[in-house]
C-alpha cells in the first residue's frame, strides 16, 4: 500500500509564497509521473504541473513562471514551490502519483490567499 502526504498548505497575502510537500511511504518502487492538482470550492479539480521520472516539467498556464515543481526520487518525494501567489489560487492542493498502471493521491493541503 502506498500513502502519499501533503503539507505546507495555509493562509498568505497576495503576492506570497508557499512551499507544498508531498511524501511517499509504503511499497514504493519507481514513480513515473508526480503532479499536483488543485480543487476551489465549486470547481472541477485541475492539474496544475507534473514531473517526470527524467525530470521533464509541466504547467498550467495560469502558473506558469509563478510555480515550480520539483521532486526528490531518493525520497519519494514531490514539492510545489509557489510564488506571487493570487486570491484565485485559493484551492485543496493534491499531489498524485503514478507507479506502473496505478495512481495514488494523498488527502490534500488547503491553501488559502487571502488579504
Known amino acids: 500500500q502506498v500513502q502519499l502526504v501533503e503539507s505546507g498548505g495555509g493562509l498568505v497575502q497576495p503576492g506570497g509564497s508557499l512551499r507544498l510537500s508531498c511524501a511517499a511511504s509504503?511499497?514504493?518502487?519507481?514513480?513515473?509521473?508526480m503532479s499536483w492538482y488543485r480543487q476551489a470550492p465549486g470547481k472541477q479539480r485541475e492539474l496544475v504541473a507534473t514531473t517526470a521520472s527524467g525530470g521533464d516539467t509541466n504547467y498550467a498556464d495560469n502558473v506558469k513562471g509563478r510555480f515550480t515543481i520539483s521532486r526528490d526520487n531518493a525520497k519519494n518525494a514531490v514539492y510545489l514551490q509557489m510564488n506571487s501567489l493570487k486570491p484565485e489560487d485559493t484551492a485543496v492542493y493534491y499531489c498524485?502519483?503514478?507507479?506502473?498502471?496505478?495512481?495514488?493521491w494523498g488527502q490534500g493541503t488547503q491553501v488559502t490567499v487571502s488579504s
Open positions: 498524485k502519483a503514478r507507479m506502473g498502471l496505478s495512481d495514488y
Open positions: 509504503g511499497i514504493i518502487f519507481d514513480f513515473d509521473t
